[in-house]
């Protein structure tokens, strides 16, 4: 009897044929390879249920997929999961194949919604924090920062404004100051 490495097994190898971590996207566009841990995580869970998918249905490994098995896998995975889950599927096969592979649309309907922070609720954060990690909070809101971005705030000497990307016009629009 053949015996085949774990879906675990396979999805982290495979990662791990693929990381790049420490060398920057932006000095190296195109390489095909993965800077970030976020992504690597994201891109070895996504490879997990591929693997999963080709082991359930007896086609092999990840290392024997081909492209009609992706298509197949993603044509089944629309029915299931909403559009970005579909999109990161698609984009870890597509590394992990060396291929281009159609984006397909997800049957699920998404919604829409979002996912800052009101006024209020970071007043009422702010308030429960120390007065150190208050201000910060503040800070990170008003200028419109994650929290883990103000550890980058530079003076305006330091460091020059990023060149790979181009700002929203309205990135703070509705509010004042």
Known sequence: MVRFRSVRAQAEHAIS????LGQGRHDNPGDGRIHSVGTARGYEQALKGFAGYLQ??????LSSATKEEAKQ?????????AQKTLDLDRQAIQMHLGIQLEVVKSELKTRL???????????????????QNSLATL????????AHELFTLRPVGEQSASTHRQWSEDRFAGRTG
């Not at 044929?17 to 790049?20: E, L």
């Not at 359930?56 to 490994?61: Q, S």
């Not at 896998?73 to 999961?81: E, I, N, P, S, T």
């Not at 007043?123 to 429960?128: F, G, K």
């Open 17 to 20: 044929q693929k990381i790049s």
């Open 139 to 146: 800070i990170a809101h008003d200028a419109g920062l994650r």
């Open 56 to 61: 359930d249905h007896r086609l092999g490994t």
């Open 73 to 81: 896998y993603l044509d089944a995975r629309a029915g299931l999961v």
């Open 113 to 131: 919604s979002t996912r800052s922070y009101s006024v209020a609720q970071v007043e009422r954060i702010a308030s429960s924090q120390s007065e």
